[in-house]
């Protein structure tokens, strides 16, 4: 015998599934508020308002072509084959096996430390910091970072054993 229909067809029976007591109740469908944003494009033209990393990279390097000295330029590619350096130990470390690890541990700090002393005569002897540091010349700047590379390498070699 099939179950009887009821007159009213909002109202739900105990015998049906609650997938259609659901969509009954929810038949109607609710509009959420959609949140327009302003177009933040710009379609000028003027170079001086680079939108493109590309651009952005290539105007960043132009500048850097220009206004740095050579001195500086120097004192960074160096520093950049000290990041490489850093990283080549390292990841020699991670792949190889570090068995003397107190050898990684000594020349991966004599990397780091090397960076650091030359990271500061960079910032003692750029042009653009003479006004932090009216009182050190640049032979003093390099005098300090001989000194220093010394002594860092003194303790990196009797670290190894």
């Known amino acids: 015998m099939a179950p009887r229909r009821s007159a009213n067809p909002s ?18 469908p609710i509009s959420t508020p959609s949140k327009t944003r302003p177009s933040t494009s ?4 003027d170079p001086s308002s680079p939108t493109d990393a590309t651009q952005i990279l290539t105007n960043l390097w ?6 740095t000295t050579q001195r ?26 570090g068995y003397p690890f107190n050898a990684f541990l000594s020349g ?12 500061s005569l960079r910032i003692q002897t750029n042009p653009e910091n003479k006004s932090e540091f009216k009182k050190i010349s640049h032979e003093r700047a390099f005098a300090d970072f001989v000194f220093g590379s010394l002594l860092l390498h003194f303790f990196c070699v009797n670290f190894i054993n």
């Open 11 to 28: 109202s739900s029976t105990s015998s049906s599934t609650p997938s259609q007591s659901q969509s009954s109740i929810t038949s109607t």
């Open 42 to 45: 710009t379609t000028t033209t």
């Open 62 to 67: 132009k500048k850097y072509q220009e206004t």
């Open 72 to 97: 500086v330029k120097l004192l960074d590619a160096f520093m950049g084959f000290l990041v490489l350096l850093g990283a080549v130990q390292f990841v020699y470390c991670v792949v190889g096996g």
């Open 108 to 119: 991966f700090s004599a990397t780091v430390g090397q960076f650091v002393l030359t990271a």
